[in-house]
């Protein structure tokens, strides 16, 4: 798999990825990261960059992943949620048709994904102003809105994509300046535009009712791996592991999933079969 925007390095994209092997310890920093305090940007920054081994042939510094576009990184975190949860998830959604509650599945790994158009990471737009050129929206930019309302984080993410020289446009005026006077149309065309390169990430399912067979869009969480129960049931499988083995907190955590799954099942049967 590949990212769907990717990382520009040296003129080519680099749209490589890869996590680390899913331990208790990676589970541990992700559940941190998700009851830190801070925007949901800086959680979401930490949760990568705590469970990757390298994105885009890089270490995924603070730095590198905060500088993805927003897409890869809400692409990594339903990555991250499948790797934390293997198989099927479990919803449930009220019907406004016949008024039916009812549970369907969600594969995060089956969601619609749009890679880069042609341009990525840049999109040039012909402005009331003139020719202007932006680059998509990364976490950094939703970092710096995070606590500003709608219309002022707007203009404030244009003034950031906003492809200027040392915050100046080439007559001199400012990337503020720039974005203070462009028109509706102006930011229709730009929306536009971006959208046309933007990796996208689809963040909703659809779903039918099985009473009355009404199809629903239900919206899904693309960063749900930041809310998981994780850290609870984690502490529950550690303390049940060392009660059998005697093993430290820091073996525990360093086995995989899946083998720390096993063991667990071993401590369930030896305890079916004492009972
Ligand atoms: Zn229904």
């Known amino acids: ?5 990717g990382i520009v390095e040296d003129g080519a994209l680099q749209r490589d990825f890869a996590f680390r092997p899913m331990t208790g310890a990676v589970e541990l920093a992700v559940g941190e990261a998700g009851a830190a305090q801070g925007s949901l940007p800086a959680r979401v920054t930490a949760a990568l960059a705590a469970s990757l081994e390298m994105v885009g042939g890089l270490a995924p510094l603070p730095e590198v992943v905060t500088g993805l576009a927003v897409a890869d990184r809400q692409f990594l975190m339903l990555e991250l949620a499948a790797r934390l949860a293997p198989g099927e998830t479990w919803l449930t959604a009220w019907c406004g048709a016949c008024s039916e509650r009812f549970d369907f599945a969600v594969d995060y790994r089956c969601l619609t994904v749009k890679e880069a158009g042609a341009g990525y990471p840049f999109a040039d737009v012909q402005t009331g102003r003139g020719p202007c050129r932006f680059r998509v929206p990364t976490g950094a930019d939703q970092e710096l809105v995070a606590d500003l309302d709608d219309g002022e984080a707007l203009r404030c993410l244009l003034a950031c994509c906003l492809v200027a020289h040392d915050g100046r446009m080439a007559d001199g005026r400012s990337a503020w300046d720039m974005v203070e006077s462009f028109s509706s149309d102006d930011f229709e065309a730009i929306d536009a535009a971006l959208e046309s390169v933007s990796p996208e990430v689809a963040v909703s399912v659809q779903a039918a009712c099985p009473a009355c ?13 930041l809310s998981g129960p994780q850290g609870e049931n984690l502490l529950q499988e550690i303390h049940a592991i060392a009660s059998a083995y005697h093993w430290s907190e820091a073996e525990i955590l360093a086995l995989p999933q899946d083998r720390r799954w096993r063991y667990l099942e071993l401590i369930e049967r030896a305890r079916g079969m004492a009972g």
């Open 1 to 5: 798999m590949r990212l769907p925007g």
């Open 213 to 225: 067979g009404a199809l629903h869009v239900i919206p899904v969480d693309p960063y749900r791996a």
